[in-house]
């Protein structure tokens, strides 16, 4: 089994066009690297310097946040889905 | 989209538009969770995740995010092109500024350049946004 990385169109550009991936069973950022090694420049999209997730991008492992399980270095097991979806936010000021 | 505005108002309010081959047929209300509401949103994120699995299953695309700006222009804030993150959809903004309720559509793009996109209503309650006008760009 493997791990499905699901990410909006949002990220598209950062994957070659690809919203659907499949990566080895890990913690998130193990499971971000293994993407950002085929894909160079995804991890800046979703960890920011310290390695933690962006405050504007939500990351679930099937209907888990992923900042209540750990963050960045929750475990993801095998036959999990995650989706990386940016949040949706603005206003008038 | 003008009657979730109406009725959130002084909060703004804010939701998903989908659809297949550049047409909308599915309009999702969603919760506004700022700390501000009247004057910034957040969609909640658990419905977005509902939402965006709504729109999956239901063989559909995320066309547009809609938000309602109740006493200003329905144009991007530099606030809205800060958090805009998703190239690919329309931002629609609905003004209450008047007593005529103003609907205007665009592109932010990664770089946060707004382009104005025309609005064409097909026939009720079904709206084909134009993807193919170069539009205004600011």
Known sequence: MAVTVRLPGALREATGGKTKLEVSAGTLADIISDIDRRHPGFRSRVLDDSGAIRTYVNVYIGDDDARAHGGAGAAVPDGSEIMVIPAMAGGSA | ?138
């Open chain 2, 1 to 138: 989209m003008i009657s979730h505005a109406r009725e959130e108002a002084p909060r703004e309010a804010c939701g998903l538009l989908a659809g297949r081959g550049g047409g909308i047929t599915r309009l999702i209300r969603c919760a506004n969770v700022h700390s501000t509401p009247t004057t910034r949103y957040v969609i909640d994120p658990r419905e977005q995740l509902k939402a965006f699995r709504t729109i999956e299953g239901a063989g559909e695309e995320l066309v547009a995010i809609y938000h309602s700006h109740p006493v200003s222009q329905p144009y991007p804030s530099p606030t809205d092109r800060a958090e805009a993150h998703y190239p690919d959809a329309f931002y629609i903004l609905v003004s209450l500024r008047t007593g005529k309720p103003e609907v205007r559509a665009f592109r932010i793009d990664a770089e946060k350049f707004v382009r104005e996109v025309p609005i064409a209503v097909e026939r009720r309650g079904l709206a084909r946004l134009l993807t193919n006008s170069p539009g205004r760009g600011h």
